[in-house]
């Protein structure tokens, strides 16, 4: 079965500066997605990615698959209090996508 | 455009008791997803429906937990004579029809069992 180890587990940033939180993977990804979950709530979809090297970009989130496509990064630019959550990384199955593996999930917080 | 919906948001249940979560997918999604959420573990995918069907519940505990999605109405999780160890967070989530889309989550139903 396929694991997602995230990285670091949880990282604490003064308020403006950029951070990275690494995915990876024991198998080939799939379908690799990003989500954002605060304490209490359910999961917001940040981006999603399918082909190796791929990148996307929303709002100051840049997400990365690498070209073997077993890791995958996420990239916050002058980070902000509202950035502040669990940060998800999930795989697909090989199939549709239909059956998510979900990372061990990285806790950022925002310092003002 | 409502999202995906889930209730009841809390949950109390003894133990023995039967405990039914309820799930309405985004419009125009015909594919339901359930996962749970133990504490201070990860999140963990449980079966994947489309309407009236079960597609895959590999991860479905084999006795006491249920899942259906009839042709109308919401998708509904059903754990029966529940026991402490079913206190979790319970996620649904659902996909338009094509597959290789993104999965959309609800705001969980929290269920605590005394």
């Known amino acids: 079965s396929q694991e997602l180890e995230q990285s670091p587990q949880s990282l604490i940033v003064q308020e403006g500066k950029n951070l990275t939180i690494n995915c990876t993977s024991s198998?080939?990804?799939?379908?690799l997605y990003w989500y954002k979950q605060k304490y209490g709530e359910g999961l917001i979809f940040l981006m999603m990615l399918q082909k190796g090297g791929e990148e996307k970009s929303h709002e100051k989130i840049t997400a990365k698959l690498d070209e073997k496509k077993q890791q995958s990064s996420l990239h916050i630019t002058a980070s902000q209090p509202s950035h502040a959550g669990i940060y998800l990384c999930?795989?697909?199955?090989?199939?549709?996508?239909?059956?998510?593996?979900f990372g061990t999930g990285t806790k950022l917080q925002v310092i003002p | 455009n409502a999202g995906v919906m889930q209730n009841p948001r809390h949950l109390v249940r003894r133990r023995g008791q039967e405990a039914r979560l309820r799930c309405s997918p985004m419009k125009g999604h015909s594919h339901v997803y359930w996962y749970r959420q133990l504490p201070e573990e990860g999140l963990k995918f449980m079966v994947y429906?489309?309407?009236?069907?079960?597609?895959?519940e590999s991860g479905m505990p084999k006795e006491r937990f249920s899942a259906e999605f009839p042709k109308e109405g919401p998708s509904i999780l059903r754990i029966q004579q529940v026991v402490r160890g079913d206190s979790a967070a319970y996620f649904c989530?659902?996909?338009?029809?094509?597959?290789?889309?993104?999965?959309?989550f609800g705001p969980g139903t929290r269920l605590l069992v005394l």
């Open positions: 989530a659902s996909s338009p029809i094509h597959l290789q889309e993104a999965q959309y």
């Open positions: 429906l489309q309407k009236e069907n079960i597609i895959d």
């Open positions: 198998k080939t990804l799939y379908g």
């Open positions: 999930g795989a697909g199955d090989s199939g549709g996508y239909q059956k998510v593996t």
